[in-house]
């Protein structure tokens, strides 16, 4: 990344800050969870036994493997695996072993909002898979669908994992798939995670894990204002909490303030005051269902041609054709 881009990262950043924390209700965008200590935060998210996501993804991908890389390139022409947001590849190593071992000729493209991330990963795959093409980008989702069209001109298989387009609000969601429809060929797919509904306590347990490693996670978006703008936020003094709404299906989390208090963002030349028990709103965490997925999917343009789940049906991955 040039000094220039980084830059503009670093003003989008003030910038958001600014406007959330100014807003009433206030809200910071889970996107600035990542930096090189909310990577590892997150990476230990994804061990923690609350967390059963990752381990769902990785089962469906252990029991579907054949089926899922059939589904990408059945008569092995060739192909372009981009995987948006693919921060520590684990569960994609599962598919890139597998595509090598039954000789398909790929490509991959792993991309990441975090140059920690993205760096790590390339390294890592040169080491554990070095018969494998990788080329590493760095970038943030919205903004990096505009260079997917120029990749190459085989067909391009487009993985989201993780259940990360669970970030975004449905209206986003679709705004996202529709960009994604509008860089693909009639022939590319995207395969992409959904996590499922489920029994309420399973879902906040999730969010809310026994060792606090997600209010540590949560929490490192105040740090990392006190770290890149000068911040004066004590995060003690805010405690984490988590909401799920089993009719919407959407989990919520917040930073709630303990106490009245007034926060001084240095670079922003900006006084945040809070009222005792104010809240931040940092993320939502959608869960879905087959007629949400088929819906989303329709408003962008899409039709499901398959599907995947692991054993307990905590999870689902779809692939997606124009
Ligand atoms: C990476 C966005 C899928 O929402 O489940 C984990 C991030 N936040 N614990 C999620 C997260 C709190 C995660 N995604």
């Given at each position: 990344m040039s000094s220039k881009d980084q830059s503009v990262l670093m003003c989008t950043f003030g910038k958001e800050v600014h406007e959330g924390l100014t807003s009433f209700p206030k809200y910071l965008s889970s996107k600035y969870f990542y930096d090189e200590v909310g990577d590892k935060l997150f990476q230990k998210i994804m061990e923690l036994p609350e967390y059963y996501l990752t381990n769902a993804e990785y089962d469906i991908f252990k029991l579907h493997k054949t089926n899922i890389l059939k589904s990408f390139d059945p008569s092995k022409k060739g192909f372009d695996l981009i995987e948006l947001g693919a921060g520590d590849g684990k569960k994609t190593k599962v598919l890139l072993k597998e595509l090598l071992k039954e000789n398909y000729d790929v490509t991959y493209h792993p991309i990441d909002i975090s140059k920690h991330a993205v760096d790590g990963l390339v390294e890592n795959l040169s080491l554990e898979i070095p018969e494998l093409q990788v080329k590493g980008q760095i970038g943030e989702y919205f903004e990096v669908l505009d260079r997917l069209k120029h990749i190459s001109s085989r067909?391009?298989?487009?993985?989201?994992?993780?259940?990360?387009?669970?970030?975004?609000?449905?209206?986003?969601?679709?705004?996202?798939?529709?960009?994604?429809?509008?860089?693909?060929?009639?022939?590319?797919?995207?395969?992409?995670?959904?996590?499922?509904?489920?029994?309420?306590?399973?879902?906040?347990?999730?969010?809310?894990?026994?060792?606090?490693?997600?209010?540590?996670?949560?929490?490192?978006?105040?740090?990392?204002?006190?770290?890149?703008?000068?911040?004066?936020?004590?995060?003690?003094?805010?405690?984490?909490?988590?909401?799920?709404?089993?009719?919407?299906?959407?989990?919520?989390?917040?930073?709630?303030?303990?106490?009245?208090?007034?926060?001084?963002?240095?670079?922003?030349?900006?006084?945040?005051?809070?009222?005792?028990?104010?809240?931040?709103?940092?993320?939502?965490?959608?869960?879905?269902?087959?007629d949400t997925v088929k819906w989303l999917a329709k408003e962008s343009g899409f039709v499901i041609t398959n599907d995947f789940t692991d054993e307990n049906e905590y999870y689902k991955n779809y692939v997606f054709k124009k």
């Open positions: 067909k391009k298989v487009i993985m989201v994992l993780g259940s990360n387009i669970g970030n975004l609000l449905h209206p986003r969601a679709i705004q996202f798939l529709k960009k994604l429809n509008a860089v693909m060929n009639a022939d590319d797919e995207v395969f992409i995670g959904f996590d499922q509904k489920k029994h309420p306590q399973k879902v906040l347990d999730a969010y809310n894990d026994q060792t606090g490693v997600t209010a540590a996670f949560n929490k490192n978006v105040l740090t990392r204002i006190n770290k890149e703008l000068g911040g004066h936020f004590d995060v003690d003094a805010f405690i984490h909490w988590e909401v799920y709404d089993p009719e919407s299906g959407t989990a919520k989390s917040y930073l709630v303030s303990k106490k009245k208090q007034t926060v001084d963002i240095d670079c922003l030349e900006l006084q945040v005051h809070f009222e005792a028990w104010e809240s931040i709103h940092t993320e939502i965490s959608q869960k879905y269902d087959d």
